[in-house]
């Protein structure tokens, strides 16, 4: 048995995926340590709750310093084997980062490298694309390095934009498709020997 830990700053509809595919055996030899909270009163801890499963919140009064080795302690109490970056809007110290290489990974609703890095989140990706004129759009699941939204890209899934597309339909079905992809991923990487 593998132990993830998920991070998540918003909804958590990503996170509510990884755990329903735990339930229904999509991914394999997996139990969700716990779940770090970018901040109070979000969703994804709501969800957390329901499912039984442990929640640590960052403090966002800490100085810089201090809210990482508030993370990392976090990280070091459930002895992760996996990090999943579902929604988390913060970039994650480098130090951290080195400590477990290619042992995090994130989702962005976007083809990366195309609208990521640091001003490309949420509904903000989307808009762009669609100011942009673009034919498709999709997710990525990717390592996380030193740098934002850059690491090693793991797999993508494409989403063609119709033409009456707003950033909320557009949103809408990439969102669809991140909830299959992410687990996917996460099942392989756990266990990468099966089929
Ligand atoms: C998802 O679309 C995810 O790809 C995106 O935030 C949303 C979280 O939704 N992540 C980023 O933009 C990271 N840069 P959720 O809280 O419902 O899972």
Known sequence: MKNIVVMASGSGSNFQAIIDAIQSG???????????AGKAGIRAAERAQSAGIPVKTMD????????E???????????????ILA??????????????????????????PKYGGKGFYGSRVHSAVLEAGDPESGCTVHFVNEQYDRGDIISQVRVPVKPDDTAET???????????LLPE???????????
Do not use: C, T
């Open 26 to 36: 999509r991914i394999k030899q997996a139990n969700i340590a716990g779940l770090v």
């Open 60 to 67: 966002p009064s800490l100085p810089h310093k201090k809210s």
């Open 69 to 83: 080795n508030q993370l990392e302690e976090y990280l070091e109490s459930w002895e992760p084997d996996l990090i």
């Open 87 to 112: 929604g988390f809007m913060k970039k994650i110290p480098d130090k951290i980062v080195r400590k477990y290489h290619n042992r995090i990974i994130n989702i962005h609703p976007s083809l990366l």
């Open 170 to 180: 557009l949103s809408k079905r990439v969102l669809e498709k991140e909830h299959q």
């Open 185 to 195: 991923v996460i099942n392989q990487l756990l266990n990468p020997n099966s089929n």
